[in-house]
């Protein structure tokens, strides 16, 4: 029985990942756009080459 359940697994676990790879996205993140850099810019001596 054990090597039935495991060939019933298999697909079942492949099925599953294809399906989460290719639904559609569950995001719950807000539609605000690009949001413009507020930050300070660098110093040309902070600079790592």
């Known amino acids: 029985m054990s ?3 495991w ?4 697909p079942q676990y492949l ?3 294809i399906n989460r790879i ?3 996205s569950d995001d719950a ?3 605000t756009g ?3 850099f507020e ?3 660098a110093k040309d001596d902070d600079r790592f080459y």
């Open 3 to 5: 090597g039935f359940r």
């Open 7 to 10: 060939v019933q697994q298999v």
């Open 15 to 17: 099925w599953e990942g």
């Open 22 to 24: 290719f639904a559609p």
């Open 29 to 31: 993140y807000p539609k």
């Open 34 to 36: 690009v949001q413009p």
């Open 39 to 41: 930050g300070d810019s």
